[in-house]
Every structure is written in C-alpha cells, then in structure tokens.
C-alpha cells in the first residue's frame, strides 16, 4: 500500500504544515482564523478510487471467518443492529477504509502531485491516455484556490494538450486552445512543469480576458 502513512498524520514534509489537517472540503482556517487554500477537487474521484482498492485488496487478504469477525466487532463497536443477509461487500470495504492507516484527500494530494505514477500504476490507470479523447494527466497550483490543468490526447501519429483553470476563486472554467505537442506525453509534461508560477498566471490572464 502506497504510501505508508499512519492513520490521521501525514509524512514528515507535512508535519508542521497547517494544510494537511484541512476537511474533506479542501478549506479551513487555522487557529489564527486565516483560511488555507483550497484543494484540487478534480481529483476528488481519483483519491476515492484509491481508498477503494486498498480497503479490497485488505479484504481479499483476509479469511472468511475473519471477516465475519471483523463484521461482529463493527457491529459491537457501532451498536448496529446485525442483518439478515450479513455485511455486503460494499459495507465490510466501507469498514476496511476506516481501519486502514489511509492518508486524507489533503495529504494524498501533494503526494499524488510529487509523484503521480506509483499511485496510477497500482490502480491500473494508464499514466499517458490510450483513447482520443483528453485526460487529465497533472494538476498544479496557480494561485490559492486557483488550479492549472494540463490534458493530453493522441492526435495521428504525436500527442497534443491543453491546460484548463478551475477553482473556487473563478467564477467559471477557463481552457487554452491546444497549445501543446510533441512525440510522447512526457515531453509535454516536462513542458507543463517547467512552467512558472508567473507564466501560468499569464496563460490565464490572456483565456478568463
């Protein structure tokens, strides 16, 4: 399981930051009441595909009869009442999630962001798209509560993107033309992160006018 977080703490790089205890809604203040930006909610569906296979893949480790016990000491804990037809499988993941030591969104967010590949390559998301239409394939921050978004699609025989801008701070999305291309989706990604902050700003002066 990737990474190997303790449940409710992030890694060292976040200990001391004031972000990493931030809501399931990207936003809150901290003690001296100044908020935190808020984070790229894009990737909302990616990081709850990440709690699904790792709660699967604890539950596919474990035997029958420890599943029923887990189900028994849920129910105990949680003073529900026992069903019928037992725990569905939907319910003993939901109780995988909770004992598993998972990061938050916030947390597994700057991690997904330094390096996307080990969290793709487990859920067996191709990291460059295989069909014509765009992906999203990295995400960076322009600004708080402003997100830059680089999409890549394969176009005859090289790759071609665009950037995209949402965020809480806009007041509706905004995209580039296809400004990018080049032979292999790395290339373009290089391109993308090789960006300044300064120059992403430009990109979305010049789209949201």
Do not use: N
Not at 4 to 29: E, I, N, W
Not at 149 to 163: I, Q, T, Y
């Amino acid at each position: 399981m990737i990474p190997p977080f303790a449940k409710g703490q992030s890694d060292a790089s976040d200990a001391t930051d004031p972000a990493a205890s931030a809501g399931r809604g990207g936003l809150r203040h901290t003690r001296a009441g100044f908020p935190v930006p808020a984070f790229p909610q894009t990737l909302r569906a990616l990081y709850e595909r990440y709690r699904r296979g790792e709660a699967q893949e604890l539950l596919s480790l474990i035997p029958r009869e420890g599943l029923r016990s887990l189900w028994r000491h849920h129910r105990r804990a949680t003073g529900s009442e026992p069903s019928r037809e037992g725990a569905s499988l939907e319910e003993l993941r939901e109780v995988a999630e909770e004992i598993l030591p998972l990061p938050s969104y916030e947390v597994w967010v700057r991690s997904y962001l330094r390096d996307r590949r080990p969290y793709l390559d487990r859920m067996g998301v191709p990291a460059a798209p295989s069909r014509p239409d765009p992906v999203t394939v990295s995400t960076r921050e322009v600004r708080d509560e402003i997100w830059a978004h680089l999409h890549l699609r394969r176009s005859d025989r090289a790759w071609v993107g665009f950037m995209s801008f949402h965020g809480p701070a806009l007041t509706s999305s905004h995209r580039t033309g296809e400004i990018f291309r080049g032979e292999a989706p790395d290339e373009i990604l290089d391109r993308f992160h090789e960006f300044t902050r300064p120059t992403l700003e430009a990109f979305l002066r010049s789209v949201a006018g």
